[in-house]
C-alpha cells in the first residue's frame, strides 16, 4: 500500500449535473484525438522530459479514438476548451474488468473533483456493463497520481520492489518502464462524491 496521509473516500457523485456552467461531458471521437494530444506535455507538467513527452504520445495512438469512444470521455466548455479526459475500456480477456488508461485534467481544473467524476461515470458505466473491478498503472514518480487514485480507493497490487513506500513493479511495460498497479473492486463504492 502506498504510504502517506491519503485516506480513501468512496467514488460517489455522477458527472454530468454535477459540472460548472458551461462545461459538458461526452465521448470523444477521432477529431479529439490531435486535441488530446496537444495538451499532453502541459498537463503532465513536462513530467519525465523528452522521454516521457515521447512515452505519453505513443500511448495514446489515433485507436483509442476510434475503436474505445465509447467507454471513453472528455468534458469540454461551451468556447471549445478541452477540460479533462478519461480513455477507458472494458477488458475483452476479462470479462469483469475495466480499464483505465489514460486520465487528465487541466491543471487550471485539478484538485475540483473531475478526476473523481470521470471515474465514478467510467465505473457506473462499466458496471453496469458487467464490470466488477477498475484496474489502471502509473509511473512510480508520478506521486500526484499515486495519491490521487489512493484517496479513490484504489489498492496498490504488490510488486517487486518498493519506491518511495509505494509497491512497484519493475519493467512493467517494458525495460525500464516501471509501473504502480492499481486496482479498485467496483462495489466498494469508489469514486462519487455527494
Ligand atoms: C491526477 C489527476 C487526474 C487528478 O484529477 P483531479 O481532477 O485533480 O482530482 P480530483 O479533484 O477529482 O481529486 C480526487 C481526490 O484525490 C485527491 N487528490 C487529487 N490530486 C491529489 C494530489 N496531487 N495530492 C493529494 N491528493 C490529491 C483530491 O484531494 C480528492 O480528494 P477528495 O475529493 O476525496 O477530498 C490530475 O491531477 C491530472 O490530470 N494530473 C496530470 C496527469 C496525470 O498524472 N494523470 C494520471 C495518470 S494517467
Redesign the pocket.
Known amino acids: 500500500m502506498v504510504a502517506g496521509p491519503?485516506r480513501a473516500?468512496p467514488v460517489t457523485g455522477l458527472l454530468d449535473d454535477a459540472l460548472p456552467p458551461g462545461w459538458s461531458v461526452r465521448h470523444p471521437d477521432a477529431d479529439d484525438h490531435a486535441r488530446v494530444h496537444a495538451v499532453l506535455d502541459q498537463?503532465?507538467?513536462g513530467?519525465g522530459g523528452e522521454a516521457g513527452s515521447r512515452e505519453r504520445a505513443a500511448l495514446l495512438p489515433r485507436l483509442f479514438f476510434e475503436h474505445f469512444t465509447d467507454t471513453s470521455y472528455l468534458i469540454e466548455h461551451d468556447d471549445g476548451h478541452l477540460v479533462?479526459f478519461l480513455i477507458g475500456f472494458l477488458s475483452p480477456a476479462r470479462p469483469d474488468t475495466a480499464y483505465?488508461?489514460?486520465?487528465?485534467?487541466?491543471?487550471a481544473?485539478?484538485?475540483?473533483?473531475?478526476?473523481?467524476?470521470?471515474?465514478a461515470r467510467f465505473g457506473a458505466d462499466a458496471a453496469a456493463r458487467g464490470a466488477r473491478q477498475v484496474g489502471?498503472v502509473?509511473?512510480p514518480g508520478?506521486?500526484?497520481?499515486i495519491?490521487?487514485?489512493?484517496?479513490?480507493g484504489f489498492r496498490v497490487d504488490p510488486g517487486d520492489r518498493t519506491v518511495a513506500g509505494t509497491s512497484v513493479h519493475s519493467d512493467h511495460d517494458g525495460p525500464g518502464l516501471h509501473r504502480v498497479v492499481f486496482s479498485r473492486a467496483l462495489d466498494d463504492r469508489g469514486?462519487t462524491?455527494p
Open positions: 491519503e473516500r498537463w503532465w507538467a513530467f479533462a483505465v488508461h489514460f486520465l487528465g485534467v487541466d491543471p481544473a485539478q484538485r475540483a473533483g473531475l478526476g473523481r467524476r470521470l471515474h489502471c502509473t509511473s508520478n506521486r500526484d497520481s495519491a490521487f487514485h489512493t484517496r479513490l469514486p462524491h
